[in-house]
């Protein structure tokens, strides 16, 4: 039984071995698959990995740096560097995630609640001013006509 240990942990480490230099080169492939996206051969990772949903300029810089990937060729990936590729973008919140956001607050619309309503009507629903603040939501502000200021004294 301690053979068979021995001979399955180096059958392990060589199948690491060979997945560490393994190279799609030789393989013509159109694109790779990264998030649930294609992402092009012919375009540089950097702006590559932007066909993801959820991934701008700012993650995909963040991911490849994380990784120490420079902006190369996606077709120029080893094979060990496309599975951290597809590790690290697994780790940030995109795709199908910040869909299922979207769906919640529908849901919530729908629903008819409280915050329901405040994001049906645009205006901030977790307890905030908006006597004086939340213009972020409520929008610029609207001059209301036939209102005139008191003349100063």
């Known amino acids: 039984m301690l ?10 480490d060589h199948s ?3 997945l560490r230099n393994l190279s799609f080169h030789g393989l013509r492939v159109q694109g790779i698959r990264v998030g649930n996206a294609e992402v092009p ?4 990772l950097k702006t590559g990995l932007q066909e993801v949903y959820g991934i701008g ?12 990937i420079t902006n190369k ?3 120029d990936l080893t094979g060990k560097e496309l599975i951290d590729l597809r590790e690290e973008v697994g780790m940030h919140q995109h795709g199908d995630e910040l869909e ?11 629903v008819d609640c ?7 009507h645009g205006m901030p629903c977790r307890g905030q001013r908006t006597k004086t603040n939340a213009r972020t939501k ?13 003349p100063r004294k």
Do not use: D, W
């Open 41 to 44: 051969n012919h375009k540089p």
């Open 100 to 110: 299922r956001v979207g769906s919640e607050i529908q849901r919530l619309v729908e």
């Open 73 to 75: 060729l996606a077709r």
């Open 114 to 120: 409280y915050r329901g309503s405040r994001h049906r």
């Open 3 to 12: 053979g068979l240990r021995r001979s399955a942990a180096t059958l392990f």
């Open 57 to 68: 300029r700012r993650k995909s810089h963040q991911v490849l740096c994380g990784l120490g």
């Open 138 to 150: 409520k929008g610029k502000r609207v001059a209301i006509a036939g209102k005139k200021k008191a």
């Open 16 to 18: 690491q071995s060979l």
